[in-house]
């Protein structure tokens, strides 16, 4: 009984040490390099306008700070615009593919260490049922050409379509126009939309390699494709619809 006893104590004592230790390499673990959390997983149901990513990080040890924050995606069905990829909280606009896509954050102290977390984004088909009321969706681009090869595109009721049927629209508009030397945009009155409706007008347009004016300007602006990628936006615009939100991004953008 005595040596049972005795054989009991040296495993419990064993456990407890090959405890400590795994503990200790943890501990040890979050002393080399940031701690850093891409956040939970999500799902989400087509249609989908944008999926916030939010992350956290932070240094264990008080003499460093972290310095630099980057969200890239690191696979998906297609490929996703992000805003503020830059920040712990970013944006990726327009997933119109249902699947999984994953996210990677990436962050680096003032010590030059560097760590990483990833997420995933599963993003499942509409139900039939949506789908029939999305195929009903009402024409809110209209497109023609004017004098001198100039491309003149429409917005009106934009507050009764998805991004991904606005999406849809002018794509088909601009394939419509591919020869314009520019694109000059009306807006109905009380067209609607709001900033994510300007992001994505504004990024399509950029893809076309021409200039774009307003209706109600003089002035045209011409925009590097991608450049929604090269472009920190501030958390917040001050405009109400897409109209003024369109005007508002030039401005940023070129001033």
């Known amino acids: 009984m005595f040596k049972l006893n005795q054989l009991f104590v040296i495993l419990s004592v064993l456990a407890l040490i090959v405890g400590c230790k795994a503990d200790d390499l943890k501990d040890a673990d979050k002393l080399t390099k940031p701690t850093v959390n891409a956040g939970a997983d999500q799902m989400l149901i087509l249609p989908v306008n944008s999926i916030t990513l939010s992350g956290t990080a932070k240094s264990e040890l008080s003499i460093y700070e972290i310095k630099t924050k ?3 995606q690191v696979s ?12 712990l909280k970013a944006t990726a606009f327009y ?3 249902a699947g999984t896509y ?3 954050l990436s962050v680096k102290d003032s010590g030059g260490r560097s760590n990483s977390d990833q997420m995933q984004v599963i993003i499942q088909a509409a139900a039939q049922s949506m789908q029939r009321a999305y195929m009903q969706q009402v024409d809110v681009v209209a497109w023609q050409y004017a ?7 429409s917005f009106s009721d934009l507050d009764s379509v998805s991004l991904t049927e606005l999406d ?13 030397a520019e694109f000059e945009l009306h807006f109905a009155a009380n067209a ?8 994505l007008l504004l990024n399509a347009l950029s893809a076309q390699g021409v200039p774009i004016c307003l209706s109600e300007s003089s002035s045209c602006h011409s925009l590097e494709q991608g450049f ?3 472009t920190e936006l501030p958390e917040s615009i001050n405009c109400s619809d897409a109209q003024s939100c369109v005007t508002a991004l030039l401005q940023y953008i070129e001033g």
Not at 76 to 87: E, K, V
């Open 147 to 153: 004098d001198r090869n100039q491309g003149m595109l």
């Open 168 to 180: 849809t629209q002018l794509e088909h508009a601009l394939t419509s126009l591919n020869s314009a």
């Open 76 to 87: 998906g069905p297609q490929s996703l615009t992000l805003i503020n990829a830059d920040s």
């Open 95 to 97: 997933p119109t593919i």
């Open 102 to 104: 994953i996210f990677e």
């Open 228 to 230: 929604l990628l090269q």
């Open 70 to 72: 980057s969200w890239r």
């Open 192 to 199: 609607g939309g709001n900033i994510q409706t300007a992001l």
